[in-house]
């Protein structure tokens, strides 16, 4: 595609979860979309990711709680947060941003902002799933919280009684009922907490290309190629330019490219404190158990879910940038605790897997406009909930780029609050 001439396209950059979900809802609406991204539909973060709809867990990662014990985890190599040596001086300015948000009034502020969107998950999400064909993608079970003891549980009370406070269901479970749910979990797990709306997706990939199928079905386009520029007219976005030479004239643009999404940024002037939070998984095909629910052990930092034909274990944070090679170990460390929960699983028919979260130092994802340019929109910093979010920040992000009035505030999710 090439075209230089006036457009009335809506570029939308990034065909992850969030980009695709939008695509297709602006299509929906009407709107010729140009779907863009360097790669194939998903397969970035959306490819591997959790698979989870993990409404409870907007509690901003500023929190004093967590980053008093970040000294702790940053000397242990096997730790939840790793950051590599030399990439620290590149993370002092946003390791800055982070601790302003870690204070009290702040976190009160970025946890209402988070709770709001996850209020409306299933609210934008069945719909869209529902308009797309897609329900059965979506699993009825819930997530399990694990805790071997009353101290672990002590530990985590600080998130069950935020969870109380803004009204999200959950369910105490002692040690016969645990198992009564999930027989391949261990004896010495002694508590639970049962989360039932934190649903799983059944296979997190399948979903972005099955909806990225629905969006073409609808006439929207797709275009491969990496943006790298942009072209304004008396401040207003009148087209991309491409790593290849190309430009394409468009009417806007939204900006959804996950964590590559501060490097767009910046090339319009418009610095955003974005930073990867490199993920890890591990699916296993043979795991010779069964599960229905997803787990979480909070005290082992590891998520277990039954996803994509397999189980698959996850969890951590590394920061090391955007191109700095895989550690596998920590998959491995993931694994190995997995273990320790569901002691009969065989780690049999395995895979690896490293992506890049986009993540804020506040935890809240930015859905804006532009401060800067008009004709673009941001769609980004989702964090470890991009999946959860995705349907509703489709919702938001076609009010706003089709001029309707959003059901919620959007003043927290704008691009210059920092």
Not at 35 to 40: K, Q, S, V
Not at 207 to 217: G, N, P
Not at 385 to 393: I, V
């Amino acid at each position: 595609m090439s075209d230089r001439g006036h457009s009335n396209k809506i570029a939308v950059v990034g065909a992850g979860i969030i980009g695709v979900a939008i695509a297709f809802e602006l299509q929906r609406r009407g709107k010729p979309v140009v779907l863009i991204d360097r790669d194939e539909p998903g397969r970035g973060a959306s490819f591997g990711n959790m698979a989870s709809i993990a409404v409870t867990e907007f509690m901003p990662a500023s929190r004093p709680s967590v980053w008093a014990q970040m000294p702790k985890w940053l000397l242990d190599p096997q730790g939840p947060v790793r950051v590599r040596p030399g990439y620290l001086p590149k993370l002092t300015p946003w390791f800055l941003r982070f601790l302003e948000a870690s204070r009290p009034s702040r976190v009160r502020e970025l946890e209402a902002a988070g709770a709001v969107l996850c209020h409306r998950v299933y609210e934008d999400l069945l719909p869209l799933l529902d308009a797309a064909g897609l329900s059965s993608a979506l699993s009825q079970e819930g997530c399990l919280s694990l805790y071997t003891d009353e101290r672990e549980f002590n530990a985590d009370r600080e998130h069950i009684e935020v969870l109380k406070r803004f009204g999200f269901a959950h369910e105490f479970l002692g040690g016969n009922a645990i198992r009564e749910l999930e027989p391949a979990i261990s004896t010495k797990i002694g508590r639970a907490v049962l989360f039932p709306q934190n649903r799983s997706v059944r296979d997190p990939f399948r979903l972005v290309t099955s909806l990225f199928d629905r969006y073409r079905a609808l006439g929207g386009q797709f275009e491969s190629g990496e943006v790298v520029g942009f072209e304004k007219v008396d401040g207003t976005l009148s087209a991309l330019r491409f790593n290849d030479g190309r430009q394409v004239a468009v009417a806007e643009a939204v900006l959804c490219a996950g964590a590559y999404t501060g490097r767009l940024s910046e090339r319009l002037g418009e610095r955003i404190p974005l930073e990867t939070e490199r993920g890890y998984h591990t699916q296993i095909m043979a795991p010779g158990i069964s599960m229905r629910h997803s787990i979480i052990w909070p005290a082992r930092a590891f998520m277990v879910t039954p996803t994509a034909g397999g189980i698959r274990v996850g969890g951590t944070v590394e920061i090391a940038g955007l191109d700095a090679l895989p550690d596998y170990r920590r998959a491995r460390v993931l694994v190995s605790r997995a273990k320790e929960a569901l002691p009969d699983l065989q780690v049999k028919e395995t895979s690896e897997w490293m992506g890049h979260r986009p993540a804020l130092p506040d935890t809240v994802p930015i859905i804006s406009p532009s401060a800067k340019t008009r004709g673009v929109f941001y769609a980004t910093g989702h964090g470890h909930l991009g999946l959860t979010y995705a349907a509703t920040t489709s919702r938001l992000i076609a009010d706003l780029v089709t001029q309707r009035t959003p059901p919620i505030d959007l003043v927290p999710y704008r691009v210059d609050r920092f």
